[in-house]
Nanobody
Framework: QVQLVESGGGSVQPGGSLTLSCAAS????????MGWFRQVPGKEREGVAA????????YYADSAKGRFTISQDNAKNTLFLKMNSLKPEDTATYYC????????????????????WGQGTQVTVSS
């Protein structure tokens, strides 16, 4: 069992930056993949970025490439999502997720591959 707690959400103007954090109750090395997902009311949850913990290999949705960076601090059991050049369409509730499963690379941004989820943190991008 892994408990995940997100923090760092808030309101920011377009073009601004935010860094989300996800604190895990156990070593991140006890998982295989961790990821960030987001959801807007009435829409499906969308995978934003993921990381393969053993190697640090990262994966990004097209909407996040070049603007978002996922990273891990294994000493602190923490996952991060650095978001730059934020746009109004980035407004959503952001969730941290983890799994111990082996995932085919093409599926790492699919939410049904992840077992453990945080409670979410709201990000609002508005002028």
């Amino acid at each position: 069992q892994v408990q995940l707690v997100e923090s760092g959400g808030g309101s920011v103007q377009p073009g601004g930056s935010l860094t989300l954090s996800c604190a895990a109750s156990r070593s991140t090395y006890s998982t295989n993949y961790m990821g960030w997902f987001r959801q807007v009311p009435g829409k499906e949850r969308e995978g934003v970025a993921a990381i393969y913990i053993p190697s640090g290999r990262t994966y990004y949705a097209d909407s996040a490439k070049g603007r978002f960076t996922i990273s891990q601090d294994n000493a602190k059991n923490t996952l991060f999502l650095k978001m730059n050049s934020l746009k109004p369409e980035d407004t959503a509730t952001y969730y941290c997720a983890a799994t111990i499963r082996v995932i085919w690379a093409g599926n790492v941004l699919r939410d049904n591959e992840y077992k453990y989820w945080g409670q979410g943190t709201q990000v609002t991008v508005s002028s």
